[in-house]
């Protein structure tokens, strides 16, 4: 898969790390994707952008007074100011926004009725990720929702959007978040006393060549191993853990008939 040049309103687009120790961020997602951090300077200070082979594939930022460590999704919108109006009416919230983003687009910040936060973005000079993969590509969103009804409901009426499987999604494990015909995330309900006081939350996978190798790698750069390597039948091996400052992600090796295709 090649550079990215455009994304459907809908799609997943962009992932932004919030992060307590930027300088500790950078290096830490340098060894473990061999990406490369690029300072954008800003009237609020430097964004730093995480490149592969000259590609965006990811941001970091500093977070906010108060604001937990974390990986923040985007979702691509034809106008930022139409959908961030019907957020209220589909029952979530509208936390910033709509705002222009200097010339690079326009964005708001929204909260779903469970609580999870998420991002609108309608591109000007700025599409969001242009790094296609195949490897250490920030490809898959995923929400952790205690109530994965309410969630659909929201999510399709918000963008468009149908879940695979289209029924019973309050008995499902897994839930796929369909895209026009492209499956674009997953949502995964927030069942067992191990989800005990963690809020409603997007995460992002990161895809690898070796699940269990950079599993290994993480943890000797700092990280912590939530869920150890495992196969996902038909789908790859994956892994879910923490950076040195708390944030969450999971990486993911796919199999090789799901691997995207090079150009």
Known sequence: MGKIESYAPGSFCWAELATS?????????????????VDI???????????????????????????PVHWGVYFSVASAD??????????????????????????????DPQGAIFSLWQAGRHIGATHGGPLNQVSWPELATPDPAGAAAFYTR??????KPETGVETAQYTEWVNGRTSIGGMLPMHGDHWQGVPPHWTVYITVADCDERAAKAAQLGGRICVPPRDIPNVGRFAAMADPQGAMFSIIQMTAIHQPATA
Not at 22 to 35: D, L
Not at 97 to 109: E, I, L, Q, S
Request: aromatic share 12%.
């Open 158 to 163: 918000l963008f468009g959007w149908k879940t």
């Open 82 to 111: 139409q959908t961030a109006a019907q957020v209220g009416p589909s029952g979530g919230k509208l936390i910033a926004g709509p705002f222009d983003v200097m010339d690079v687009g326009r964005m708001a910040v929204c909260q």
């Open 21 to 37: 120790d930027a300088a500790a961020a950078k290096r830490f997602y340098a060894e473990m994707f061999g990406w490369t951090p």
């Open 41 to 67: 300077p800003t009237p609020y200070g430097a964004y730093t952008l995480l490149q592969s082979g000259g590609e965006d594939a990811a941001a970091l930022t500093p977070a906010q007074p108060g604001v």
